[in-house]
């Protein structure tokens, strides 16, 4: 099939490569001309891994190019479907920007001959249909398919996913959809496009809720005697729970499950229906990142605002650059304003970059050069460098009281204990004090 996908982010990069890969012919659509020059070199503007790869070997297949206008691009050879998945950020109530969605859809309806039509873009219920008023001619060609994507593994999301959702209103737009997914053994949820663009967000909110669980658990678990990591390991074992997403943290850090939590909770607020479990797990997640300065403020006291602090990353996950939702963000500007100075540290991150990110921090190009002097080191990202290094080399550059605070719950405890600095990670992971029982009595025998 020829294919466009309008919107060449993190989503439309990802489907334009596995498509590419799986026969498709695909043209990516691009307006942005940096991130188009990028693509256009071979380079994919995003970070996911085995992504620039794929990118390469579809580009060299020829079934994968790039251009910055759907309808020139449409009249030189008409494309059978266009997949949308451009943005929907936050406006300033929290609700979802559709502005791009709006443009996107209003081009893809001007092309002649008519292709079918797929938006993939997080969406509210409801959107489809008011959009839709305005072109009703793509009603029986029309599907609203969300993407479920994970960052670490997006592309193999895509090619297999754990179930594919499409909202329609007519049936006859569902074998473009079989054919342009090929032979995918997972489960189709079949349903209406008010329907599925619910299930989007249901799906999100629920991701949300669990990393909110987790994260009030290990405030519960902070007394010594507790430890969230056999808590969560324990809960996460029922099936019905599992341990997907309950790993307490600073936050959600990636940029969907904040911008969707907010979205539902508006458009429910718009409605006057009361989400008393979807605001707390806004709340819950709102507040997590100030549990580092509680900490450097209960370790340090006043000398806080005379004491250096190094920040051990600044992604939130290594294998993602989607900075805009990082509990970085949050905590760095809060550092910079109680502390002495504040150094950051991130491998994959630019100098320059991180200082347009962090104005106030000093970006450090090594680890031991970030921690050298400190009195506190604050671990934000999982990075190799970060959970393998020395600890007690580095603990001999800190300055005392050398507090490490581990905001991700990387660092293992064991390696830690008996070195000169106090670890304080999000809820309590001390070793357990297990001590054998004592024997049991002996059952008397008769002569």
């Not at 979807?278 to 509680?294: E, F, H, K, S, W």
């Not at 963000?329 to 809060?334: C, E």
Request: aromatic share 6%; hydrophobic share 45%.
């Amino acid at each position: 099939m020829r294919v466009a996908i309008v919107g060449q982010g993190y989503v439309g990069v990802t489907g334009a490569v596995a498509l590419a890969r799986q026969g498709h012919h695909v043209t990516g659509i691009e307006r942005e001309p940096a991130r188009l020059a990028s693509l256009e070199a071979g380079r994919t503007p995003v970070s996911e891994p085995g992504l620039q790869q794929e990118l390469s070997l579809a580009r060299e297949t020829g079934r994968l190019t790039f251009a910055s206008d759907l309808a020139h691009t449409h009249l030189r050879q008409p494309f059978e479907v266009v997949l949308i998945t451009v943005g929907t950020p936050p406006d300033e109530t929290g609700a979802a920007d559709l502005s791009q969605v709006t443009s996107a859809l209003a081009a893809v309806a001007a092309l002649l001959p008519p292709p079918a039509v797929v938006l993939k873009s997080t969406v509210p219920p409801g959107t489809s249909a008011r959009l839709l008023q305005a072109h009703p001619q793509m009603r029986d060609r029309y599907a609203y398919n969300p993407e479920f994507l994970n960052q670490g593994s997006a592309l193999d999301d895509w090619t297999t996913p754990s179930r594919t959702v499409v909202g329609l209103w007519s049936p006859g737009a569902l074998p473009v959809l079989h054919q342009l997914y090929g032979e995918q053994t997972c489960p189709w949820v079949v349903t209406t496009p008010d329907t599925a663009e619910m299930i989007k967000y249901a799906g999100n909110t629920f991701l949300a809720m669990k990393i909110s669980f987790a994260n009030e658990f290990a405030r519960l678990c902070a007394a010594p005697d507790l430890n969230i990591d056999k808590v969560m390991q324990g809960a996460g074992l029922d099936p019905r729970i599992g341990h997907a997403f309950l790993q307490p943290g600073l936050g959600f850090g990636d940029s969907c499950l904040p911008k969707d939590t907010e979205a539902l909770a508006h458009w429910a607020a718009g409605r006057g229906v009361a989400t008393p479990l979807l605001d707390a797990t806004i709340a819950v997640n709102r507040a997590q990142p100030g549990l580092v300065r509680d900490v450097l403020r209960e370790e340090l006291g006043e000398q806080l605002a005379d004491c250096e602090i190094a920040v051990l990353g600044a992604r939130y996950e290594p294998w993602s650059d989607d900075m805009r939702a990082a509990p970085s963000r949050v905590l760095v500007p809060q550092l910079v304003a109680e502390a002495a100075a504040v150094r950051i540290w991130d491998p994959a991150t630019d100098p320059e970059h991180l200082q347009r990110l962090f104005p106030g921090a000093r970006p450090c190009p090594e680890l031991r050069a970030a921690v050298q002097g400190a009195r506190a080191a604050v671990v934000l990202t999982e990075w190799p460098e970060t959970i393998e290094a020395d600890w007690s080399l580095m603990a001999a550059r800190m300055a005392p009281p050398a507090v490490v605070v581990d905001g991700k719950n990387c660092l293992l405890p064991e390696r830690l204990a008996g070195l000169p600095l106090t670890y304080r990670s999000i809820g309590n992971r001390l070793p357990d004090r297990v001590t054998a029982p004592a024997e049991a009595p002996r059952p008397a025998t008769s002569a």
